[in-house]
């Protein structure tokens, strides 16, 4: 079965930095792309970038270009969202999840549960 | 950017009616659409991928049509879990989102 586990909520200050993980199972990692999907309080699902684990080839959208770094390591089936400095606006609800077909059209169709990141002082 | 705009943004409908969730492109995308169920503290769900083909286990009152900028994603008959907020997608480039379409039960 095919399932995505990411890391537990995290409560931060502002300034902190942050590395969140997914963990992937029941599939070959390394051969799929894994994309991070952002929801802030009461909004809708923002896109910000995916990972192509065999070859760390990595895609941003342009509006988190430069705000968050997409990382992986195969050797444990994991892929992760980092921050530097974290700031109160980067308060949210964050998702990976895997791209269904690595070399077409991209749909996501197994999402992890979700990591929640509070940034509050 | 392509920017994606879903209408409506909130339906209260019967159980049994047949719903129709609409989202446009400021710009030609082919069939490069996806339509997605998100329940509040779930993980959101495929349902159609490439404007019109259902996801393995979505139940067939799901369906998706359209091309180019304009589609469209129907629910016949619905039932009571399918009050979701549902989402398309553009997979042409960079992947961005409608703004989300609330379907509640009357």
């Known amino acids: 079965e095919v399932q995505l586990v990411q890391s537990g909520a995290e409560v931060k200050k502002p300034g902190d930095s942050l590395k969140i993980s997914c963990k992937g199972f029941?599939?070959?990692?390394?051969?799929?792309?894994i994309g991070w999907v952002r929801q802030m309080p009461g909004k809708g699902l923002e896109w910000m970038g995916m990972?192509?684990?065999?070859?760390?080839?990595?895609r941003y959208s342009p509006s988190f270009q430069g705000q968050v770094t997409i990382s992986a390591d195969e050797s444990i089936s994991t892929a992760y969202l980092q921050w530097s400095s974290l700031k109160a606006s980067d308060s949210a609800m964050y998702y990976c999840?895997?791209?269904?077909?690595?070399?077409?059209?991209?749909?996501?169709?197994?999402w992890g549960q979700g990591t929640l990141v509070t940034v509050s002082s | 950017d392509i920017q994606m705009t879903q209408s409506p943004s909130s339906l209260s409908v019967s159980i049994g009616d047949t719903v129709t969730i609409t989202c446009r492109a400021s710009?030609?995308?082919?069939?490069?659409l996806n339509w997605y169920q998100h329940k509040p503290g779930k993980a959101p769900k495929l349902l159609i991928y490439?404007?019109?083909t259902l996801h393995s286990g979505v139940p067939s009152r799901f369906s998706g049509s359209g091309s180019g900028t304009d589609f469209t994603l129907t629910i016949s008959s619905l039932q009571p879990e399918d009050c979701a907020t549902y989402y398309c997608?553009?997979?042409?480039?960079?992947?961005?989102f409608g703004q989300g379409t609330k379907v509640e039960i009357k």
């Open positions: 490439s404007a019109s």
């Open positions: 997608q553009q997979s042409y480039s960079p992947y961005s």
């Open positions: 710009q030609s995308i082919s069939r490069y």
């Open positions: 999840a895997r791209r269904r077909n690595p070399f077409g059209e991209l749909s996501l169709d197994f």
């Open positions: 029941g599939y070959s990692f390394p051969n799929y792309w």
């Open positions: 990972i192509y684990v065999g070859e760390s080839e990595i």
